[in-house]
């Protein structure tokens, strides 16, 4: 069925140090993979995303990678900052369609 | 307006009532998109349209839920006879365009700050 496994939900981490977040998916076909950013009381907000046809991508501290032959695909940050505590999301397109389906969700919490 | 925009921000409705969720999508989007998020959850699809047409509903709990975007543009969520497990926030996004092979620029979603609803 049409599945994006999140983990781990919760990540905590001192701050300047890096995080990862990994994600999986179940459909070959799926390509395309954003990763969303969700604060407190907002709405979810794209931060990076990647095509089937690129297998890493980077923006200053956030980098995207993506390994089709296994289905799964993370999101590293770097040097991470307080502003960094927020709820992440990786996300895929279902198929070639342009339905795309969350993850559960990974809360981060960056320790001063 | 600039982004994509929903109302009412808040809903609150006795249970068995009817109610209607609006979404106006960033002008020229083509593809319009429906999820429920519940609290520290990530959000759950229900349905999407491309112009008008309703590309996928396959997300909707059950026939209580229905969907429309008759002229390509606005939308509307509606549930029928509100049930308290309902009780959720509403979401809608919206995106450029069909998505291609090789760009990624019109499948990026942008979400609505959403409508809270609340069945008593």
């Known amino acids: 069925g049409e599945n994006v496994e999140q983990h781990p939900s919760t990540l905590s981490v001192q701050e300047g140090d890096s995080a990862v977040i990994k994600c999986t998916y179940s459909?070959?076909?799926?390509?395309?993979f954003p990763w969303y950013k969700q604060e407190l009381g907002k709405r979810p907000q794209l931060i990076i995303d990647?095509?089937?046809?690129?297998g890493e991508k980077k923006d200053q501290r956030i980098a995207v990678t993506l390994n089709k032959t296994a289905k799964h695909f993370s999101l590293h940050i770097t040097e991470t900052q307080p502003e960094d505590s927020a709820v992440y999301f990786c996300?895929?397109?279902?198929?070639?369609?342009?339905?795309?389906?969350f993850g559960s969700g990974t809360r981060l919490s960056i320790r001063p | 307006g600039a982004g994509v925009s929903q109302s009412p921000r808040y809903k609150v409705t006795k249970r068995g009532q009817d109610v209607a969720l609006r979404c106006d999508p960033i002008?020229?989007?083509?593809?319009l998109y429906w999820y429920r998020q519940a609290l520290g959850q990530g959000p759950e699809f229900l349905t999407y349209?491309?112009?008008?047409?309703?590309?996928?509903k396959s997300g909707l709990p059950n026939d209580r839920f229905s969907a429309e975007r008759p002229e390509g543009s606005i939308s509307t969520l509606t549930i029928q006879r509100t049930e308290q497990r309902d009780s959720a926030m509403y979401r809608c996004?919206?995106?450029?365009?069909?998505?291609?092979?090789?760009?990624?620029?019109?499948?990026?979603?942008?979400f609505g700050s959403g409508t809270q609803l609340s069945v008593l």
């Open positions: 996004a919206s995106s450029s365009g069909v998505g291609q092979e090789t760009d990624a620029t019109n499948e990026k979603l942008f």
């Open positions: 459909d070959s076909a799926s390509n395309y």
């Open positions: 990647i095509r089937s046809n690129v």
């Open positions: 996300a895929a397109s279902i198929g070639r369609a342009s339905k795309i389906i």
């Open positions: 002008s020229g989007h083509v593809s």
């Open positions: 349209f491309n112009y008008e047409a309703q590309q996928d």
